[in-house]
C-alpha cells in the first residue's frame, strides 16, 4: 500500500466552474504526478512534480494547472472546466531509490463536466 | 504520436492456457519498461518492469520479455487464471526524467 489518497472520489460539475481535485500521500515521495485515462488513449500524464514547488508539464496540460505546496499534497485545478475534461484522473507516486521509474496509483477520481 | 502501442484492445484466454500481451515502442531513448494491471474503478497496478539491460524477466506466473532490436515487449502469464481479468497497460521510461509513458491498454478477459 503506497498510502495514496484521493479526493473526490467522484464529482460532477457544470461547463466553466472551477474544480480542484486532490492527492495525498503518507509516505514523504518526491515525485508526484496526475494522469488522465480515457478510452483508446490509455493513460496520459497532464503534470507532474519533483519536489515542494517543483512542476513541469505533461503531454496533455493545457486546461489544467497544479500546485504542491506541501511534500504530502498535490493539487489538480481545472480552472475553467469542460466537457472535453470528463474523465478518470489518477494520482501517482515514484518512491526514489525503489527504482526511479515505478510508480505506484491512487483510486482515481471520476470527474464529470455537464 | 503514439511513442508506445498496444494494437490489441482485447484478448480472451482459457483458464490454465498461457496469455501473451503486446507492446511496442518507437522511442529508443527508452531503456525501462514496465507493466501495470487495472480493475474496474481501481487505480492501475505494478506487476513487473524490466531494464533495458536485460531481455527476460521472471516473477511467478508472469515473465516480460524484452526484443530491443524489434522494439517489441511482451507479458507471459502462465498459467491464466480468472482472477487475471483486467486490463494491463504497458509503459516506459527514459534515464534523463522520472516519467513514463503508457500505451492503450489490453483488455484480458480469462474464461473458464
Known amino acids: 500500500d503506497a498510502g495514496i489518497t484521493q479526493s473526490p472520489r467522484h464529482k460532477v460539475t457544470e461547463t466553466g466552474t472551477p474544480v480542484t481535485l486532490r492527492c495525498h500521500q503518507t509516505?514523504?515521495?518526491?515525485?508526484m504526478y496526475w494522469y488522465r485515462q480515457d478510452p483508446g488513449h490509455g493513460l496520459r500524464l497532464i503534470h507532474y512534480s519533483y519536489g515542494v514547488k517543483d512542476t513541469d508539464k505533461g503531454e496533455v496540460s493545457d486546461g489544467y494547472s497544479v500546485s504542491r505546496s506541501k511534500t504530502e499534497d498535490f493539487l489538480l485545478t481545472l480552472e475553467s472546466a469542460t466537457s472535453s475534461q470528463t474523465s478518470v484522473y489518477f494520482c501517482a507516486i515514484s518512491p526514489v531509490g525503489r527504482g526511479d521509474y515505478e510508480q505506484y496509483f491512487g483510486p482515481g477520481t471520476r470527474l464529470t463536466v455537464t | 504520436d503514439q511513442q508506445v502501442k498496444q494494437n490489441s484492445p482485447s484478448l480472451s484466454v482459457q483458464e490454465g492456457r498461457i496469455s501473451i500481451l503486446n507492446c511496442d515502442y518507437t522511442?529508443?531513448?527508452?531503456?525501462?519498461f514496465l507493466w501495470y494491471k487495472k480493475y474496474p474503478a481501481e487505480g492501475p497496478t505494478f506487476l513487473i518492469s524490466?531494464?533495458?539491460?536485460?531481455d527476460k524477466n521472471e516473477d511467478g506466473r508472469f515473465t516480460v520479455f524484452l526484443n530491443k532490436s524489434a522494439k517489441h515487449l511482451s507479458l507471459h502469464i502462465v498459467p491464466s487464471q480468472p482472477g487475471d481479468s483486467a486490463v494491463y497497460f504497458c509503459a516506459a521510461g527514459t534515464g534523463t526524467a522520472s516519467k513514463l509513458t503508457f500505451g492503450t491498454g489490453t483488455r484480458l478477459q480469462v474464461t473458464l
Open positions: 522511442n529508443s531513448m527508452f531503456d525501462y
Open positions: 524490466i531494464s533495458s539491460i536485460k
Open positions: 509516505e514523504n515521495h518526491r515525485y
